[in-house]
């Protein structure tokens, strides 16, 4: 189904339609308010916020961005204000301060002299998907994800888990089209380290 | 282009960020180094595995709070 016809019927009171669009945003809405709380039962408060929120506000929604990168800014907010309230978030709060990070994402002893690989990394492409796609793969995951440092975080769930797209995502995050890319390459690679530490 | 510069450009490849000229010497190096290819699958891989973990179910508990939220909005506004 098409954005514009999400849209149209949630306005129109669809609730099959409401159904299946909570169905399908809950993951990227729940990892993404995790990527603010990094406590799960928080970030589930936080979604079902976000959608009380979205419903009563629908019909002022103008549909200059899609209906997922509106909904996410939801996300984004309501769990920054979550995140401020909560004291015993403390803890993860402090790995909010992470700085973006520079330097080689890859480690320097990977490669000779010559800047070449000492080693080359093994082909994933033709693991059964039951391994690369498998329970213990995703977990591992998302563990990396949340050792991130949040500007690292916020960029790669809303890229690469949620799937909205760069512009997108340099809207809600108000930064720039570069910035953004140096903290999806950052954090990129460390999940493929960690994918590479599991999968060899 | 030597691999460890090769390894920092990946993400401007995939975002298509790099001039024509970089994306040529990219390419270039790329079709001729098996570990450099072997990079750029490995990244396409955790892409996979990132979107997969967006497919989480909603808990029934906060799906039938949330028509119930609808329904009544629903009433409040048709």
């Known amino acids: 189904m098409g954005e514009g016809s999400d849209l149209e019927a949630l306005r129109h009171g669809d609730e099959g339609a409401f159904v299946e669009l909570t169905s399908r945003l809950h993951g990227p809405m729940l990892r993404l308010a995790m990527a603010y709380v990094g406590d799960h039962h928080v970030a589930e ?21 899609s209906l997922k990168t509106w909904i996410s800014g939801i996300v984004i907010n309501l769990a920054r204000a979550r995140r401020r309230k909560e004291s015993r978030l403390v803890t993860f709060t402090s790995l909010l301060r992470g700085e973006v990070g520079r330097g080689p994402t890859v480690d320097r002893a990977r490669f000779v002299r010559d800047g070449t690989w000492r080693e080359p990394p093994r082909r ?14 995703l977990a591992r995951v998302g563990v990396a994800i949340d050792a ?6 916020e960029v790669i769930v809303l890229r690469d888990v949620s799937g909205l797209d760069n512009s997108a995502v340099s809207e809600l995050l108000g930064i720039s089209a570069e910035n953004q ?13 960690a994918l590479e530490d599991y999968l060899g | 282009m030597r691999c460890i510069e090769v390894v920092e450009l990946m993400t401007d490849y995939l975002e298509g960020a790099l001039s024509p000229r970089e ?32 497919a989480e179910p909603v808990p ?9 939220a609808f329904r009544n909005w629903k009433s409040g506004n048709v």
């Open chain 1, 148 to 153: 991130l440092p949040a500007k690292l975080r």
């Open chain 2, 23 to 54: 994306r040529d010497r990219f390419e270039e190096h790329i079709a001729g180094c098996d570990g450099c290819r072997a990079y750029l699958g490995q990244l396409r891989v955790a892409l996979r595995v990132m979107s997969g973990l967006a």
């Open chain 1, 124 to 137: 994933w492409e033709n693991m059964p998907e039951e391994t690369l796609l498998g329970k213990e793969t």
């Open chain 2, 60 to 68: 029934a508990r906060i799906q039938e709070e949330l028509v119930a």
């Open chain 1, 45 to 65: 408060d936080v979604v079902q916020e976000a959608w009380l929120t979205a419903i009563r506000s629908v019909d002022r929604f103008e549909g200059r961005s």
């Open chain 1, 181 to 193: 890319r140096v903290r999806l390459h950052r954090a990129r690679a460390a999940v493929r380290k």
